[in-house]
């Protein structure tokens, strides 16, 4: 059975879960972080796993993760772009699904990020455009490549470290309730930038927390929700975009500005037909303290030169008009390598009700990533209710 | 010689190391659209037009953005801080880079400081990175 459209609410997340533990998991294997949530995620979903025909997965093929799992699916999707796959993995899937080209789609994520237990070499070859031009100059981590343009990103809008720390400060404060997060403690601008250096302009707490950890998601047609055990908590594809541009971050079209975050947020809003206004929370890809920065003015919520302020005032902390990284976000939560996964999931807890940290009354989210270090964007808007 | 990753040449990027390891600093040109372009491509990314030829360039530029890294990699034998930074270049193009040859702090590094190209020795290979143009008038 085909459905009208991708968007609008005709696709849902009927299941979603994380790992059991997320964290240092030395005695588990990546690919088994992936098959760990995939099962919690099938039973959340209370579907049963004959119905799967449909698999995607980013980093591992989605041969190995079908087969791990026992299923012989008849539509496979290995996008790879980063930590924002999974955000067009659902979209793909949701294409897929109002095609006819799946019933029932299985997306599934895991990284042994902290403790490296069977995970295939990440060595890029010499002879790429990035083991040419950017891996001699020391650009070999996140860290050290995805941090390059900030300086130039923080001066054309006069902002200073200290704006950095802000964001810092204001997604710490989700995170001390939550015990699953990795970085707890109460900090301040100035504890924030005491923290050891790691790449000026940035000190460790600016940059993510890395850990071992997985999420999957099951996503099918809103009609075949419906008749799920988990129908009251299936969560609604709005709309959605996606988009690349350069393979090395030297390349950016405009280093004060990303066009995958403008353009596949436009699209995000106009597919779903809603306005900034009718958001209730974000989740924006936070690897770094400037990517929410950039998240925030490229996806149209301030204007440029008004995150900072916004940061600063409180709008995106508990009891602001924005909540945003509700969980910790990757600077406190968790970040496996590739966080999308992390961002959708929290979003599906708190459309659910189901957050450690509950916002009231969220109707709709939106969640956007980043991946490859300003390689790729993705955007979702996300609805507990059919549109 | 200076210690790290070597970069691997393939044949459409080759006329670039071969520029450098000749202490020049070559970047394509597409001749139907006028302009410089980088990374090297067999065509111009705007036009695919393959009416594109390598061009020595001034090697000058500024700065346009950086970061300096105090945890550099094992495989550069070293744990004095790298300044990894996208150099903005006099031809229009942006390559990233390593600021050599000054004291890596933030005051000695305010962008759009004017750079100037050298070339150094890694494996088989000349890496092009920048030094601030006043050193050398100094």
Known sequence: ?387 | MSEGPVPEPTPETLPFWEGTAAGELRIQRCNACEKFYFYPRPYCPTCLSEDVEWRPVSGRGSLASYNINYRPFPAFKTDQPQVIALVQLDEGVRLMSNIVGVEPTPENLPLGLRLKVGFEPRGDQFLPVFTPETTEAE
């Open chain 1, 1 to 387: 059975m085909t459905t009208q459209s991708m968007h609008g609410g005709n696709i849902a997340i009927v299941g979603a879960s994380e790992t059991d533990q997320i964290g240092k998991l030395p005695n588990t294997s990546m690919i088994h972080l992936h098959t760990n949530a995939a099962r919690r995620a099938i039973a959340d979903a209370g579907i049963d796993k004959s119905e799967i025909d449909g698999v995607a997965t980013a980093g591992p093929t989605a041969i190995e993760v079908a087969d791990m799992l026992g299923i012989r699916p008849r539509w496979v999707d290995g996008t790879m772009i980063g930590g924002c796959s999974f955000m067009a993995l659902v979209r793909h899937a949701a294409a897929a699904i109002s095609a006819g080209a799946a019933n029932v789609v299985l997306v599934t994520h895991g990284e042994s990020g902290r403790s490296h237990v069977g995970v295939p070499g990440y060595g890029r070859a010499a002879s790429s455009i990035s083991g040419q031009f950017e891996a001699p100059y020391g650009a070999l981590a996140p860290y050290s490549s995805f941090t390059t343009p900030v300086l130039a990103f923080l001066k054309s809008r006069g902002f200073t470290r200290e704006d950095l720390a802000e964001v810092v400060v204001a997604q710490r404060q989700w995170a001390i309730p939550n015990e699953r997060a990795q970085r707890r403690d109460p900090i301040d601008v100035e504890g924030v930038l005491a923290t050891p250096p790691i790449a000026y302009p940035f000190t460790r707490d600016m940059c993510c927390v890395v850990t071992d950890a997985g999420g999957a998601l099951v996503v099918t047609s809103a009609e075949r929700a419906k008749d799920l055990p988990s129908a009251d908590r299936a969560v609604y594809l709005l709309g959605s975009g996606e988009g690349t541009e350069s393979v090395i971050v030297s390349q950016m079209d405009d280093l004060e500005t990303f066009g995958p975050f403008r353009r596949g947020a436009k699209e995000a809003f106009e597919t779903a037909g809603v306005t900034h206004a009718d958001i209730d929370h974000v989740m924006f890809y936070d690897a770094f303290a400037h990517l929410p920065m950039y998240m925030l003015e490229d996806t149209g919520f301030v204007g440029k030169g008004e995150s900072a302020a916004f940061f600063k005032e409180g709008h995106t902390r508990p009891g602001g008009d924005l909540p945003m990284n509700t969980q910790g976000g990757g600077l406190s939560y968790t970040h496996s390598g590739m966080y999308g996964m992390f961002a959708i999931q929290e979003a599906v807890r708190q459309l659910r009700g189901e957050a450690v940290v509950q916002v009231p009354d969220v109707t709709t989210s939106f969640v956007q990533g980043v991946g490859m270090m300003f390689g790729a964007g993705g955007s979702l808007v996300l609805s507990n209710q059919r549109g």
